[in-house]
């Protein structure tokens, strides 16, 4: 199964990885309806299944506008949307009212939409390769190994809900997509001065 992935070296290429996964994460989540009694295999499939999806996107020879409008509607249809939106948003969200984060719902979907989706074209010619999925508590991971042209494997954990059976988070090499993200939000909140409203409005624009 092959899949275009976004990488870099060490810490200063870590958005790039991101850029890849939280695309991959973003987008994959996805691949699911909701269902009760998840399981292994169907954890393990949705991630295949996933990695199939995106990768047909990618190499669908669209431009980029219309690979990015399919990006999002496979994250809109499929991603556990607004829980991936509260964890990124993390304690800045608790003061939020439920317009305000139904609106940072809507504008992070967009920005990471473009964010990640911009990057996948870039890296053709890359595999992940799914090695093993096991149950831990209330979800499951599935373990994968990302191959990219002329760099070294590194491991992807994707997270996958039990409750749901969407994908929830993302782990590179041991560091979580949705806390990285969060970082990233949070500096982008302190930036504004703590202003949401000013923040949402700018994410509609960014990416």
Same mark, same amino acid.
């Given at each position: 199964m092959t899949f275009m992935i976004s990488m870099t070296k060490a810490m200063n290429s870590?958005? &790039?990885?991101?850029? %890849?996964?939280? /695309?991959?994460a973003a987008s994959v989540a996805m691949i699911s309806t909701p269902v009760q009694a998840f !399981?292994? &295999?169907?954890a393990e499939a949705l991630i295949g !299944?996933?990695?199939d999806a995106i990768n047909s996107i990618i190499n669908s020879g669209a431009s980029e506008a219309t690979m990015l409008r399919k990006f999002e509607s496979v994250f809109t249809d499929y991603a556990d949307v607004k829980r991936i939106a509260q964890l990124v948003l993390g304690p800045d969200g608790r =003061?939020?009212?439920?317009? @305000?984060? !139904?609106a940072f719902e809507k504008a992070f979907q967009t920005y990471i939409s473009r964010k990640y989706g911009r990057r996948f074209r870039e890296?053709?010619? /890359?595999?992940?390769?799914?090695n093993d999925t096991k149950a831990v508590k209330s979800y499951y991971?599935? =373990?994968t =190994?990302?191959?990219? @042209? /002329?760099?070294?494997?590194? !491991?992807?954990? %994707?997270v996958v809900a039990d409750s749901n059976g969407r994908f929830i988070d993302m782990k590179i090499e041991g560091i979580s997509l949705i806390k990285a993200e969060r970082t990233e939000v949070g500096a982008m909140l302190d930036?504004?001065? /703590?202003d949401l409203d000013k923040l949402i409005a700018d994410l509609k624009t960014m990416g």
């Open positions: 870590l958005p &790039n990885r991101r850029g %890849f996964m939280i /695309g991959c !399981s292994t &295999n169907k !299944s996933a990695v =003061t939020a009212s439920a317009d @305000q984060k !139904s890296f053709i010619g /890359g595999r992940v390769v799914v991971e599935v =373990t =190994t990302a191959h990219l @042209q /002329g760099e070294a494997p590194f !491991s992807v954990v %994707f930036k504004r001065r /703590g």
